[in-house]
């Protein structure tokens, strides 16, 4: 019995590459290592298949590996022949190569458990064909908007026929919260991934992502896409609230009013994709403080202040205007937070912002008073000139200082010299701080401490997050000794 009957075996393959548009010889080539994988097998040794193309003919070769007569352990007589006999058909084989034989077809019957598992192998290969291409054909389209028709509704979201026997998944933590689809309805979505490890859907969609948002405006705002007006940063609350903060180059285009459109066209079509996800265009300004103040509206700012140093800047506004800075929730202060994502925004009233830059004035006003012995009012001089901490003073260059009314060379080399001397004895009393807290342990000798010290051990915190392998690896004492220093370090944890 042959293997399979030629002429329906050929018109098979013809039609199956016709309608997936994969190459007949590819087809073949994958038809003869599925049978040569069932044919190993049922026979137990390497199997090798060839196809003939035009006529279907199929000639079957058993393969053996060439084994030194030395490595005898490793020797199957269906998978192996050894070297010596090699070499008698074949002087120039050597161990590694192979040896083919024809077998006689007549006396091979896959069956029809066997032939089935033949169709799974093919199958899968045609299948496996069709992914590849899919994503071929959508990587044009990754980080795009697609469209496709609901086809099912799963546990894990939904499944999007994308056309082309295409199917693709959104995550139901990509779907806009309170909104619902049925069999059959269109929907709109972003190709956030394309992903051909993922067993049943190699596209991945999301309607959440704030590239979804972008793409979107892209779409209805010609000028994005020519880049005229740039999206320069987005923060969403996916199916409620969301800002886009834009800018132009061109001093003739109104950035905002063009994404917004005559009678705000632009933007509805925009907020009923987004299931009337509410959508506020903002101007973007590369000055923080300027920037702030448009991200947090609709509310009006009266005052703004900026600490660079722990990149904090308080907002005040009126009274009245407290709630709609806030927003319901929270949002809108949240929202502009994730425009600012490098800073913290605490917004108050006038009346807590006043009070907190009062305490802040008092507290600079005494830094700069005691460490540099100035005045009261040069003390008040630097810190409307924005200068928070001695290390700025100290080892800012001279011409800034220079630049500020009534400042001669002899004052700032004055302010610098003093600000240096104090910035080192702050300095100073932090080290002898760490030295005295590792010397307050009994047990640590000054040698213990010096080693630990060259070790990047130098303070009681440090010493806590030890483990004891650790430790033992620094000093030489015991696991016991070890054990005891690290939890008479962790002793301030605990109270």
């Known amino acids: 019995m042959t293997i399979t009957n030629n002429s329906k075996m050929l018109q098979m393959m013809q039609v199956l590459a016709y309608e997936k548009d994969i190459p007949l010889e590819g087809l073949f080539k994958t038809l003869e290592a599925a049978i040569a994988v069932v044919i190993s097998k049922r026979m137990h040794c390497n199997i090798r298949i060839e196809i003939d193309n035009r006529t279907g003919n199929q000639t079957i070769f058993k393969r053996r590996e060439v084994i030194d007569d030395d490595n005898l352990d490793k020797f199957n007589t269906k998978k192996n022949i050894k070297l010596s006999e090699a070499l008698r058909l074949d002087e120039d084989l050597k161990e590694g190569d192979f040896i083919e034989e024809i077998l006689d077809t007549v006396n091979i019957d896959l069956g029809r458990v066997t032939a089935?598992?033949?169709?799974?192998?093919?199958?899968?290969?045609?299948?496996?064909?069709?992914?590849?291409?899919?994503?071929?054909?959508?990587?044009?389209?990754?980080?795009?908007?697609?469209?496709?028709?609901?086809?099912?509704?799963?546990k894990q979201g939904l499944i999007i026929d994308v056309g082309y026997d295409v199917e693709a998944l959104i995550r139901r933590s990509d779907l806009i919260p309170r909104e619902s689809y049925r069999i059959g309805d269109r929907i709109r979505a972003y190709l956030q991934e394309i992903n051909l490890d993922n067993k049943d859907y190699i596209l991945i969609l999301s309607r959440t992502c704030n590239e979804m948002l972008t793409s979107l405006f892209a779409l209805e705002v010609p000028e994005i896409n020519e880049e005229i007006i740039q999206i320069k940063a987005v923060a969403r609350d996916q199916g409620f609230r969301s800002k886009i903060a834009v800018k132009t180059n061109d001093g003739r285009i109104d950035p905002?009013?063009?994404?917004?459109?005559?009678?705000?066209?632009r933007i509805n079509a925009v907020v009923q994709e987004l299931k009337n996800e509410r959508i506020d265009v903002i101007l973007w300004d590369n000055d923080p403080a300027k920037f702030v103040i448009n991200a947090i509206s609709p509310a009006k700012v009266s005052s703004?202040?900026?600490?660079?140093?722990?990149?904090?800047?308080?907002?005040?506004?009126?009274?009245?205007?407290?709630?709609?800075?806030?927003g319901r929730g929270g949002q809108n202060i949240k929202l502009a937070n994730k425009l600012l994502p490098k800073w913290h925004l605490n917004v108050m009233t006038e009346k807590a912002f006043n009070e907190l830059n009062t305490n802040q004035t008092e507290y600079y006003v005494k830094l700069f008073s005691e460490n540099l012995d100035v005045d009261h009012?040069?003390?008040?001089?630097?810190?409307?000139?924005?200068?928070?901490?001695?290390?700025?003073?100290?080892?800012?260059?001279?011409?800034?200082?220079?630049?500020?009314?009534?400042?001669?060379?002899?004052?700032?080399?004055?302010?610098?010299?003093?600000?240096?001397e104090a910035v080192a004895k702050q300095e100073k009393i932090a080290n002898n701080t760490l030295q005295d807290n590792l010397q307050d342990i009994t047990e640590l000798d000054n040698n213990l401490?010096?080693?630990?010290?060259?070790?990047?051990?130098?303070?009681?915190?440090?010493?806590?997050?030890?483990?004891?392998?650790?430790?033992?690896?620094?000093?030489?004492?015991?696991?016991?000794?070890?054990?005891?220093?690290?939890?008479r370090a962790r002793e301030p944890w605990f109270k």
Request: aromatic letters at 4%.
């Open 256 to 265: 905002i009013g063009a994404c917004i459109g005559m009678r705000g066209m």
């Open 116 to 154: 089935q598992a033949v169709k799974q192998v093919l199958l899968k290969k045609v299948k496996e064909s069709e992914r590849i291409k899919a994503a071929a054909f959508y990587k044009n389209k990754l980080h795009s908007i697609i469209n496709g028709v609901v086809k099912r509704i799963i």
């Open 304 to 326: 703004i202040s900026i600490d660079e140093e722990k990149r904090i800047i308080n907002i005040a506004v009126l009274e009245e205007q407290l709630a709609i800075a806030i």
């Open 377 to 420: 009012d040069l003390s008040l001089m630097l810190i409307d000139e924005g200068f928070t901490s001695l290390e700025e003073i100290a080892y800012i260059a001279k011409s800034e200082l220079l630049n500020i009314e009534g400042f001669e060379i002899e004052l700032v080399t004055e302010l610098q010299n003093r600000a240096k």
């Open 449 to 487: 401490i010096e080693i630990l010290e060259k070790n990047n051990i130098d303070n009681m915190e440090k010493l806590a997050e030890c483990s004891v392998d650790e430790l033992l690896d620094i000093i030489d004492i015991d696991k016991e000794l070890a054990a005891k220093l690290i939890m």
